[in-house]
């Protein structure tokens, strides 16, 4: 990634070059990644009911402990379609100017829920695997907020954009 978009991005000319803006817009990763989040979130939803309902009764350990694992599959699934999209988009994979806390912050998110998958097959007791995957879920929520501020700054920069071209025809 060159200094240009670091940059332009530091110095609050926007989120995305004209030229980034042309290959979001272009890419199938984008729609892909506008797909998982959401479907992500409904996993973390249910996962999180499971989880506290586990901890709360003592019961349904079998189903909250497959849910973490699934949430924790989704969560891959996302991270490197992410990253894929991050290198069309930015040219980085990882930790691009634009999305640089959003991406250091994924990588705690992505330990945590790491943390879990090894406590679990380790053998550590239910409990403890649970509050893992609780503190693994709250870092999760401050994740996609995040993201979502993000996505909010994107589209009110697009608006901006829009209305300038406009006003200036």
């Not at 998110?109 to 995957?133: D, E, K, P, W």
């Not at 870092?139 to 901006?160: D, G, M, P, T, W």
Request: hydrophobic letters at 55%; charged letters at 10%; aromatic letters at 14%.
């Amino acid at each position: 990634m060159g200094a240009t978009q670091s940059q332009s991005t530091a110095n609050g000319a926007g989120l995305y070059t004209p030229a980034q803006r042309a290959r979001r817009d272009a890419s199938a990763w984008t729609l892909v990644q506008g797909v998982l989040a959401p479907i992500q979130f409904i996993v973390f939803l249910v996962s999180l009911g499971l989880v506290l309902w586990f901890v709360l009764t003592g019961h349904g350990q079998w189903p909250a402990e497959l849910s973490v694992i699934v949430k924790t599959l989704v969560l891959y699934a996302i991270m490197i379609t992410g990253s894929i999209w991050e290198k069309i988009v930015f040219d980085r994979w990882l930790f691009a100017p634009a999305f640089f806390w959003e991406d250091v912050f994924s990588m705690l998110v992505l330990a945590l829920h790491t943390a879990y998958l090894f406590a679990l097959f380790a053998g550590l007791s239910a409990l403890l695997c649970m509050a893992i995957a609780l503190v693994a879920y709250a870092s999760y929520v401050i994740n996609a907020a995040q993201f979502v501020l993000k996505l909010r700054a994107a589209r009110r920069e697009e608006s901006a954009r829009t209305s300038s071209i406009g006003a200036a025809t």
